[in-house]
């Protein structure tokens, strides 16, 4: 009798091991596509940020240059050439495409938009890009002129790129 329990007991020994064996590989997998997710989702906020700062650098830019120069944006009062012909942000000139547009529903409101882009080189060595426009409207009526300076930002100038990310900033005065 001694010599037929140890025999069913050798069977048991491999069944427990398989078990133990299955249980932790399923926790070591479950660990591993946890820190995968993880590290996902850090890279993708990263790469949100860099849009982030790409679009506030671009309203910064367009502020800068609507508080500082005189006319350096369109208005739809009137057409003058920008003040400094080549007006720059962070270290390159921006090109202006000012376009002026009158309201067939409201004549006494008119309004005129410019709009430029910027290149952002950053730390990673890729660049980050933003597309600005600004859109300023008079209403005759009021005597009130409105400025509202839309900012995208990117994080790769690549427009293909499937992990190309963007973020908006609105600042209105």
């Not at 037929?4 to 069944?15: D, E, M, N, V």
């Not at 591993?32 to 860099?50: A, I």
Request: charged share 15%; glycine share 4%; net charge neutral.
């Amino acid at each position: 009798m001694k010599n037929q329990t140890i025999h069913s007991q050798k069977g048991f020994a491999l069944l427990f091991a398989v078990l133990v064996a299955s249980v932790l590989l399923s926790i070591g997998m479950s660990i591993f596509n946890l820190t995968v997710k993880e590290l996902l989702l850090s890279s993708s906020g990263r790469e949100s940020q860099f849009s982030f700062y790409a679009a506030d650098t671009g309203a910064e830019c367009a502020m800068y240059w609507d508080f500082k120069g005189l006319y350096i944006f369109a208005t739809s009062t009137d057409n003058r050439v920008p003040s400094p012909s080549t007006p720059d942000c962070i270290g390159q000139n921006i090109n202006i495409n000012p376009t002026v547009t009158i309201d067939p529903v409201s004549p006494n409101a008119s309004s005129a938009s410019t709009k430029f882009e910027l290149i952002i080189p950053n730390t990673q060595g890729e660049n980050s890009c933003a597309t600005v426009t600004i859109s300023k409207s008079f209403n005759a009526l009021t005597q009130i002129m409105s400025t509202v300076v839309d900012s995208r930002g990117y994080n790769t100038c690549i427009t293909t790129d499937p992990n190309r990310t963007e973020r908006a900033l609105r600042v209105s005065y």
